[in-house]
Every structure is written in structure tokens, then in C-alpha cells.
């Protein structure tokens, strides 16, 4: 139990056009997901918070308007990078925290190069 | 705010030795303790984790980490390693309360290489 998914795994997009990323939750509802990049060898860093039916709530320095985050349902919250540049490029991991519990589930990741 | 300091960016070791992967952590409140592993290419998967009670915690593939208040750490040991636990090693902490308070903070990270 507890599988998060992520699609796609991997995407190459260009420079200019929007990407989005998928979190679903298999087999249980997630009132809350959360979003994060990892650089190459380094740690992850959290992104947002998004609870389904409201804003989602970002972290100091990532700009709202270029990650878009929409927590449409209890088991699905979508990242949709606007206007990628090379630098956007990294891997963008998710995570989804059942109701009443404390431990978060991590999805496999999606590998995002902006070429 | 939290803040985990993992003192080692790359340990390695024989197969069979020992080992101990430091994590020290900063928190004004209360927190929940977790270990991951992430294996190239891949999320996090949870390996160990301390909310509350005994202050040592276990694994089924025989990692242990211990809460150490006093110190505020919470090191991993394994007493024999395989080849199969190369792998990153990230320790994080979250706050003991609802919600989005439950957003964890990581350290950078710690790369546990594994040699014959």
C-alpha cells in the first residue's frame, strides 16, 4: 500500500514551452502533497505545499507563477512548469501525506531537461 | 524552523564492515525523525523513522537509528553492510503537528558507497 506515481518519468522539452508533471495516489487519498527539486548530488528542496481545494503554499524564493501547482482532487496534484528554461532543468520529486498520518509517500521522480 | 546537519558526504566501506551515517538536527518544537535512501535515478524510500517511544528504531534489512535528545541526533548504524546498500542516505525532520506542518526538512544527503 501507499504508492505514489509520477508522470512522465522523463521529459525533454524546449526552451520556452510549459511542461506539467503528475502526482497521483494509488490507494489512498492525500489531503495534502507536497513538491521538490533535487539538483544533481545534492538534497531536495521543498517547493510547495498544495492541499486539495485550496492554493497551494510556496516556499520563500520559488516564484508561484512559473510552478503552478493545482491539487484538483485527493489523489492527483499537478506541477506545470511555465515558460522552461535550461536552468528549470532537474529532477522534480513528489510526495503525498494521507489523512491523519505524519509519513510523507515519495513518488519515483520525474527527470526534467529544457533544452 | 528545523534544520539537519548530516557531517559526512560520502562514506565508504568494505562489505561486511560497519557503518555509521551522522544526523544532527536544529529544532525549537518537537519533531518526527526520518531516514531515506535513494537509489540512483529513483525517489525516497523510507527506511527507518522515530515519532515517539523507544528512542531506537529498526529496519527489516538491519539499519538501526537512535534518538538521542540530549545531542539532538539521530545516527545510522548498520553493523555489516552489502553491496546492495550503496546508496544515498538522507536524514530529514518534520514538526509533530498536523498537516502541512508535517513538510520535512532534509539534510544534504549522505553517499554510502559499499565496496568488495
Known amino acids: 500500500g501507499a504508492v505514489v506515481s509520477q508522470h512522465p518519468s522523463r521529459v525533454i522539452c524546449k526552451s520556452g514551452t510549459s511542461v506539467k508533471i503528475e502526482c497521483r495516489s494509488l490507494d489512498f487519498q492525500a489531503t495534502t502533497m507536497f513538491w521538490y527539486r533535487q539538483f544533481p548530488k545534492q538534497s531536495l528542496m521543498l517547493m510547495a505545499t498544495s492541499n486539495e481545494g485550496s492554493k497551494a503554499t510556496y516556499e520563500q524564493g520559488v516564484e508561484k507563477d512559473k510552478f503552478l501547482i493545482n491539487h484538483a482532487s485527493l489523489t492527483l496534484s499537478t506541477l506545470t512548469v511555465t515558460s522552461a528554461h535550461p536552468e528549470d532543468s532537474s529532477f522534480y520529486i513528489c510526495?503525498?501525506?494521507?489523512?491523519?498520518?505524519?509519513?510523507?509517500?515519495f513518488g519515483p521522480g520525474t527527470r526534467l531537461t529544457v533544452t | 524552523a528545523q534544520s539537519v546537519t548530516q557531517l559526512d558526504s560520502q562514506v565508504p566501506v568494505f562489505e561486511e564492515a560497519p557503518v555509521e551515517l551522522r544526523c544532527n538536527y536544529s529544532s525549537s518544537v518537537s519533531v518526527y525523525l526520518f531516514w531515506y535512501v535513494q537509489y540512483p535515478n529513483q525517489g525516497l524510500q523510507l527506511l527507518l523513522k522515530y515519532l515517539s517511544g523507544s528512542t531506537l528504531v529498526e529496519s527489516i534489512n538491519g539499519f538501526e537509528a537512535e534518538f538521542n535528545k540530549s545531542q539532538t541526533s539521530f545516527h545510522l548504524r548498520k553493523p555489516s553492510v552489502h553491496i546492495s546498500d550503496t546508496a544515498e542516505y538522507f536524514c530529514?525532520?518534520?514538526?509533530?503537528?498536523?498537516?502541512?506542518?508535517?513538510?520535512?526538512?532534509f539534510g544534504k544527503g549522505t553517499l554510502l558507497t559499499v565496496n568488495p
Open positions: 530529514a525532520v518534520s514538526r509533530n503537528s498536523g498537516g502541512s506542518n508535517y513538510k520535512l526538512t
Open positions: 510526495s503525498a501525506l494521507p489523512g491523519q498520518r505524519y509519513e510523507q509517500y
